[in-house]
């Protein structure tokens, strides 16, 4: 059987707040109460489980969760994070506030969950054999 992920755990402020913000910005189904987890699951069949009772809250660590979707839902999530207001930026490291990339002839775009320790990123083109500029930098 080869490898396949199956599902990861992300430690957050708010489970359920993040769950259901991302089921939110994707359009999918509501979030399931897993037991201590709060999971959505991508089309492709990986559970995202949110956890928030594990870490201290001063020591949650930043994850970062990158979703690959079609032109047409980008359009539809960037209308969902218009409605709102939802700060977003074109670059891993939030220095272009308010704006897309263009990596790799697609688009991007990242966010944070509502209690800021989970970046969040859309993309409609998957990273190329080689860094862009920017993650040379």
Request: hydrophobic share 35%; with cysteine; proline share 7%.
């Given at each position: ?11 957050v ?14 359009d ?7 037991g ?14 949110f ?11 930043r ?13 539809a999530?960037?209308g969902?994070i ?5 700060p977003?930026?074109?670059?891993p ?8 990339n ?14 800021g ?5 859309f993309?409609?083109?998957?990273y ?8 040379r930098?």
């Amino acid at each position: 059987m080869p490898n396949e992920l199956n599902h990861v755990i992300v430690h957050v402020k708010d489970r359920r707040e993040t769950g259901e913000f991302l089921s939110w910005l994707m359009d999918t189904a509501a979030p399931l109460e897993w037991g201590r987890f709060t999971q959505i699951t991508s089309s492709n069949g990986v559970g995202i489980d949110f956890i928030d009772d594990m870490v201290p809250t001063g020591d949650i660590n930043r994850s970062h969760i990158a979703f690959l979707v079609t032109d047409e839902e980008f359009d539809a999530i960037l209308g969902r994070i218009g409605e709102r207001d939802v700060p977003f930026w074109a670059d891993p490291m939030l220095k272009q506030p308010g704006e897309i990339n263009h990596e790799y002839g697609g688009r991007g775009v990242y966010l944070k969950d509502p209690g800021g320790t989970c970046a969040v990123e859309f993309m409609t083109t998957p990273y190329g054999d080689e860094p862009s500029d920017r993650a040379r930098a």
